[in-house]
């Protein structure tokens, strides 16, 4: 059984930094395709960033520049970096394995 915790949101004012981390338990985050996802109220889940078990990353547009995913192979945990955060980035935020989901850790972008 896969299981994920996030951890790492809070409240941040705009042009702050914010680190998420996802750490996996019951499965190598290095063997697969590991994402973060975000849900703001009234809209749907979208995808932010992805990495591949290569280590190739992708992001959505709105993040490019800003944020960035990476993993620690020692610790078994995927990181998802944002820099200049702003309003718009408000939202529930959850990692994705193949096999499961998080719980979402909330990040506020307010002043």
């Known amino acids: 059984q896969v299981q ?3 951890s790492g949101g ?4 705009p042009g702050g930094s914010l680190r998420l981390s996802c750490a ?3 499965s190598i985050v290095s063997l ?7 849900q703001a109220p009234g809209k749907q889940r979208e ?17 490019k520049g800003r944020f ?17 955060l702003k309003p718009e980035d408000t939202a529930v ?6 096999l499961s989901w998080g719980q979402g ?5 307010s002043s």
């Not at 809070?10 to 004012?13: C, E, I, W």
């Not at 995808?47 to 993040?63: C, E, H, P």
């Not at 960035?68 to 200049?84: E, F, G, P």
């Not at 935020?93 to 193949?98: D, I, V, W």
């Open 68 to 84: 960035t995913i990476s993993r620690d192979n020692a610790k078994n945990t995927v990181y998802l970096q944002m820099y200049s």
């Open 32 to 38: 697969n395709a590991m994402s973060w996802y975000r």
């Open 10 to 13: 809070g409240l941040v004012q």
């Open 47 to 63: 995808l932010v960033a992805s990495i591949t078990s290569g280590g190739r990353t992708n992001y959505a547009d709105s993040v």
């Open 4 to 6: 994920l915790v996030e």
């Open 93 to 98: 935020y959850y990692c994705e394995h193949p």
């Open 105 to 109: 850790t909330q990040v506020t972008v």
């Open 24 to 26: 996996a338990s019951g």
